[in-house]
């Protein structure tokens, strides 16, 4: 089993402030402890994480931080495979993103439902409900 990790997760984790921080927190820890599986997320769900740390607590030192930990950067451990959009998975995420028109899908969760159909990824750790449907989305409040 594989699980990819989204944005709302790894920033949630990161900021103690976050009314759905101690819920990530054991989502992820549940996860890496390899109860559901080979972690995964992508470079734009890193981008998307690393831009939303920088802008809710206006710290550069907190947005380095959840990328060192993201791409398993010392002190971190590397427990997430990151994945890349190619320029052939980048035009899939275009049909991907145009195929779900009725979903509220962003365009960096169109990659991630690319990347979960190549990779064969089993399940999507997301608060998202938008993923529902596109994807077999794990809730991290499901225990």
Do not use: C
Request: negative net charge; charged residues 30%; aromatic residues 10%.
């Amino acid at each position: 089993m594989s699980v990819f990790v989204d944005t709302g997760v790894f920033y949630a984790h990161h900021d103690r402030d976050a009314p759905r921080h101690e819920t990530a927190t054991n989502a992820l820890e549940r996860t890496a402890l390899g109860r559901s599986g080979r972690l995964y997320t992508s470079d734009y769900v890193n981008d998307e994480t690393v831009t939303l740390t920088r802008t809710r607590t206006r710290r550069f030192d907190d947005a380095k931080a959840v990328g060192d930990r993201i791409l398993g950067v010392d002190p971190y451990p590397a427990t997430v495979g990151l994945l890349h959009v190619s320029e052939e998975l980048f035009e899939q995420s275009v049909e991907t993103f145009e195929r779900y028109d009725d979903h509220a899908l962003s365009f960096t969760d169109a990659p991630t439902v690319a990347l979960t159909e190549r990779h064969g990824i089993d399940r999507v750790l997301s608060f998202d409900e938008d993923f529902d449907g596109p994807v077999d989305r794990l809730d991290p409040g499901d225990r």
